[in-house]
């Protein structure tokens, strides 16, 4: 089916431990994006990549990078996880040269630092 | 910077009834407008997306209103059932750069039977 599958689907972190969480889409999509969800924020953007080659900073980038690997693929890496990056982090994308087009997310990865 | 509030937070309903959810955005200038459908546990699901030119779009028992002057939109869920159970979300896209969508925080929707 196509869409965008993450993986892992849950993790558990210790405090310093560093993660690669993956993200790829197969829709052939210019445009994708990594966001945080915490209960009573919303859903918050990290970082994007409007184009392969290309990767910016969202609202909330600290303590992440990011990698366009190719077209389909765009990861997140954690280097030194820390409490406050427990959350549901969500990939999602877009064809963002037809703008007509919104975004469709993966199923999100849910991880717990301790 | 764009703000996106969505009223009610949380709303509860019997089933069969129609029902509105609001979505209010504070910079006019959007590319489009999407409505989305959370499960607990799960991803988001898009639901409906209207276009900046457009007043409506209908998909089933949905449909959602734009008016960009305003800076609202609404989602009509008709004769809803336990099924529509969900947090709803809106986003909007900015016009001037199409790489950033704001989103609100849900309503967080139940049907009782």
């Known amino acids: 089916n196509a869409g965008v599958t993450q993986t892992p689907k849950f993790q558990v972190l210790k405090t310093g431990q560093s993660m690669t969480l993956q993200c790829a889409q197969d829709m052939n999509h210019n445009s994708m994006y990594w966001y945080r969800q915490d209960p009573g924020m919303g859903l918050r953007l990290i970082y994007y990549?409007?184009?392969?080659?290309?990767?910016d900073k969202g609202e909330v980038p600290n303590g992440y990078n990011v990698s366009r690997l190719n077209k389909r693929e765009f990861s997140l890496r954690l280097e030194s996880a820390a409490p406050s990056q427990t959350s549901v982090y969500f990939c999602a994308s877009s064809e963002a040269t037809g703008v007509r087009y919104g975004y469709t997310f993966g199923s999100g990865t849910r991880l717990t630092v301790v | 910077k764009q703000e996106v509030t969505q009223i009610p937070a949380a709303l509860s309903v019997p089933e069969g009834e129609n029902l509105v959810l609001n979505c209010s955005f504070t910079d006019s200038a959007i590319y489009n407008l999407q409505w989305f459908r959370q499960d607990p546990g799960k991803g988001l699901t898009s639901l409906l997306l209207?276009?900046?030119?457009?007043r409506e779009q209908t998909s089933g028992r949905l449909n959602a209103s734009l008016d960009k002057s305003s800076g609202r939109s609404t989602l009509y869920i008709a004769a809803s059932q336990p099924g529509d159970s969900a947090t709803y979300l809106c986003?909007?896209?900015?016009?001037?750069?199409?790489?950033?969508?704001?989103f609100g925080s849900g309503t967080k929707l139940n049907v009782k039977p």
């Open positions: 986003a909007v896209r900015g016009e001037y750069n199409f790489n950033k969508f704001y």
């Open positions: 209207i276009q900046s030119s457009q």
């Open positions: 990549s409007a184009s392969e080659g290309t990767t």
